[in-house]
């Protein structure tokens, strides 16, 4: 009998860092300037990514020293979750805490890191470096969510 994946078995807070990290399907999404509307709270996202992540790859540069070179760069875990409600749908964390399955696509499923590239899930080729002299109100975007 074949056993079931530990993302189906394992509650979040109980997962091991190494789970926890491979559940990120490396969309790069999360890395994306947003703007959100002190009125309405509404999350706008723009297609403006981190200088640390290379749009290319939709992997971040430096990721061990991100937090210290990007002060405003998050930490998602089991605790914070649940605040993070700008995450994409997409998204495996925000997925697996609303008590969904990943998707066929996400790696974990299909085997490959390509995959969420190939299903047009990732910012690959959307995205564009991070410019401190741009103004984001003119790079917002629907596509992430």
């Known amino acids: 009998m074949k056993q079931a994946p530990f993302w189906k078995t394992t509650p979040l807070?109980?997962?091991?860092?190494?789970?926890?990290?491979?559940?990120?399907?490396?969309?790069a999404k999360c890395c994306l300037?947003?703007?959100?509307?002190?009125e309405t709270?509404?999350?706008?996202?723009?297609?403006?990514?981190?200088?640390?992540l290379d749009v290319q790859t939709c992997r971040c540069s430096d990721y061990a020293n991100r937090l210290?070179?990007?002060?405003?760069?998050?930490?998602?875990?089991?605790?914070?979750?649940?605040?993070?409600?700008?995450?994409?749908?997409?998204?495996?964390?925000?997925?697996?805490?609303?008590?969904?399955?990943?998707?066929?696509?996400?790696?974990?499923?299909s085997g490959s890191q390509?995959?969420?590239h190939d299903a047009g899930i990732s910012i690959r080729g959307r995205a564009i470096n991070h410019a401190?002299?741009?103004?984001?109100?003119?790079h917002l975007v629907d596509w992430p969510l």
């Open 13 to 27: 807070n109980n997962m091991t860092p190494t789970q926890w990290e491979s559940l990120c399907d490396g969309c």
């Open 33 to 38: 300037h947003k703007l959100q509307d002190e």
């Open 41 to 52: 709270d509404i999350v706008y996202y723009t297609n403006v990514a981190c200088q640390l």
């Open 68 to 109: 210290s070179r990007v002060p405003e760069c998050l930490v998602i875990d089991h605790y914070s979750i649940k605040d993070y409600f700008y995450l994409p749908s997409t998204c495996a964390y925000r997925l697996l805490s609303e008590g969904k399955d990943l998707p066929d696509w996400h790696p974990l499923q």
């Open 114 to 116: 390509q995959s969420v």
């Open 132 to 138: 401190d002299e741009v103004d984001l109100q003119e």
